[in-house]
């Protein structure tokens, strides 16, 4: 018998396809209140809306990862003003992913949260090293950006940190966390997922020891098996899976 592979849908009706990824990111929301991802208030993670190209969803402000539903979502445009919804926005997302959006065309969704293993490895300064085969999605794909100064806020800021981003699928954003992004919010959330236990993972060997690192080649031909965006997408699906199952009202 042939074996069915899901694949990344494609939509003909936006209305749809809207709904669509509001369900899956009100889904990674919660994956990541179940991951322990949350710390207050902080972190933020949206799509762009497939009608409004110029508008993005949001978790809003000051509500808990694990309680949010798709109801729950706002739509902001790139002046961070509330489109759609009667909850505050997140300053930090709108300055942060209106700019990654408007910078990246072919980024559709970005998430950011201050994980525990994330934020330890960023007071680092430095990029993640080719330790282990989960470790090499992110080889050569990922920068840094080594200016923090608080709370980002101001436009210029998120503008560099869009800079320090380039084309690569993540950022380590010093003495404050991590950044990934994606063609869709699966992808997204499923980098920030990989990404934080692999700096968690390289925390761990390096208070054991010296690791060995993977070599320059074998490390690029890992990241094209396991670090390309329909593998991310894939990657998520069980958590979307399990995450429906356990909490039915996130469709509601």
């Known amino acids: ?9 494609e939509f003909n009706d936006l209305e749809q396809e809207r709904e669509h ?3 899956h990111l009100a889904a990674a929301i919660r994956v990541f209140g179940e991951l322990g991802f949350d710390e ?9 809306d497939p009608m409004k190209k110029d508008c993005f969803w949001v978790n809003p402000f000051g509500h808990h990862f694990s309680m949010t539903s798709v109801s729950d979502l706002i739509l902001v445009d790139h002046s961070g003003d509330v489109v759609f ?11 942060i992913h209106s700019t990654i959006h408007a910078q990246r065309p072919d980024v559709n969704a970005a998430c950011h949260s201050h994980s525990l293993y994330g934020k330890a490895f960023s007071s680092l300064g430095k990029l993640m090293d080719p ?20 709370v980002v806020l101001d436009l210029d800021e998120a503008k560099r940190i869009g800079i320090a981003l380039g084309e690569k699928k993540a950022v380590i954003l010093k003495n404050h966390g ?20 692999s700096c968690g993972a390289q925390l761990l060997a390096e208070a054991a020891g010296v690791p060995h690192l993977i070599d320059r ?36």
């Open 1 to 9: 018998m042939p074996v069915s592979v899901p694949k990344m849908p």
């Open 217 to 252: 080649e074998t490390a690029l031909l890992t990241r094209s098996q396991v670090g390309s965006a329909p593998g991310g997408w894939f990657s998520f699906q069980p958590m979307f899976n399990w995450i429906l199952h356990k909490y039915p009202d996130v469709a509601e």
């Open 178 to 197: 991590l950044l990934t992004v994606g063609s869709t919010i699966d992808e997204a959330a499923w980098w920030f997922i990989a990404m934080d236990r």
């Open 131 to 150: 330790i282990t085969q989960d470790s090499c999605a992110f080889f050569e794909d990922h920068g840094i950006f080594d200016d923090y100064s608080g």
């Open 40 to 48: 207050g208030v902080a972190g933020h993670l949206t799509v762009r």
């Open 85 to 95: 919804g009667n909850r505050p926005v997140n300053r930090a997302a709108f300055a």
């Open 21 to 23: 990824l509001k369900l």
